[in-house]
């Protein structure tokens, strides 16, 4: 097995499904090659810090959170500019009629239309 096909078993070399057949050819591939050896080494010890790092911050992120506490701080601080959706910013400025009657003048306008159409055709010969 040569450098390059032992480096793309990496990842399953780390999960641990390799066959037994893929696990000789890969353990004689690190003991053939020792900068291989070295890579795999390297990348094995750097998964394990990872995993301890994200059991670590498992067992912290459940008590904060950051994003909520920010927006929340930013909201108060803001006087509620922030992190508020639109139609809320613009209570008391009238802005919340606007999808209403944007609403009323479709519906009139397609009730009109469907009215003209529909005489159109009966007073058609």
Known sequence: ???DEARELFPDA???TLTAAQQQAF???LAEHP???AEWAELRDL???TAAMADADAAVAPSVDLLRGVQTKLRRR???RFYRDRFSRDVGR???MWPLVAA???LLVLGTAWYILHFAQELAP
Do not use: F, Y
């Open 14 to 16: 780390l999960d641990g």
């Open 27 to 29: 353990d004689a591939a």
């Open 35 to 37: 900068e291989l050896e």
């Open 47 to 49: 998964m394990s810090e």
């Open 1 to 3: 097995m040569t450098p």
């Open 104 to 106: 009323t003048v479709m």
């Open 78 to 80: 803001s006087g509620g």
């Open 94 to 96: 009238g802005a919340q």
